[in-house]
């Protein structure tokens, strides 16, 4: 079982996560080492797949402590599973909104008024991505994201992360204003 084991340098880069990152997630409970290859940590292969997990709810902006408590829920744990709905009803939101926002850019795109921005139909369309209330904190307030930038010299970039995650999960290909 030793020769199936992955170095943490391998883990870090096929996850795309710093050492620190795993260290650090290693700390939290989120992963654990199976051993260690000379005076490094050796994971299971199985690893990958947790930290994706974690990647994943990290940029749908889970803190670790939520999943700290979501990688052990069971399905009795109430909490755990209404998080899970706001979570899910945040990210409907999310999509909502950047789904709007890319069409008035693809409108914007081919729009022949000039100049672009003073477009009634964008002006329109901006406003109702504008207008649509949302769940995050203020761009100068400090998060947990931060934090672990802070302690783990990565940055998870959730904003990207969910901007390009909502640009592909529906389908347009006429430009529409919502």
């Known amino acids: ?5 992955l170095d943490i340098a391998e883990v870090a880069e096929r996850s795309g996560l710093a050492p620190s990152a795993l260290r650090f997630y290693e700390k939290k ?4 080492p199976e051993g260690r290859n000379g005076l490094r940590r050796a994971y299971r292969p199985d690893v990958l797949e947790r930290l994706a997990l974690v990647t994943c709810a990290r940029s749908a902006g889970f803190s670790i402590a939520e999943i ?19 979570k899910a009803d945040d990210l409907d939101e ?3 909104r950047f789904t709007r926002l890319r069409d008035s850019l693809r409108h914007a795109a ?7 921005v003073d477009c009634p139909d964008f002006k329109r369309a901006v406003g109702n991505v504008a207008a649509t209330p949302t769940a995050t904190a203020p761009a100068d307030a400090p998060t947990e994201a931060s934090a672990e930038a802070s302690s783990t010299g ?3 970039d959730t904003a990207t992360a969910t901007a390009r995650e909502a640009g592909t999960a529906t389908a347009g290909t006429a430009a529409r204003i919502a």
Do not use: N, Y
């Open 1 to 5: 079982m030793h020769g199936t084991l």
């Open 29 to 32: 409970g989120l992963i654990a």
């Open 68 to 86: 700290e408590r979501f990688v052990v829920a069971r399905p009795s744990d109430a909490d755990v599973r209404a998080r899970m709905t706001a």
């Open 94 to 96: 999310q999509i909502g």
């Open 110 to 116: 081919v729009c022949d008024h000039e100049p672009i």
């Open 154 to 156: 990565t940055a998870p």
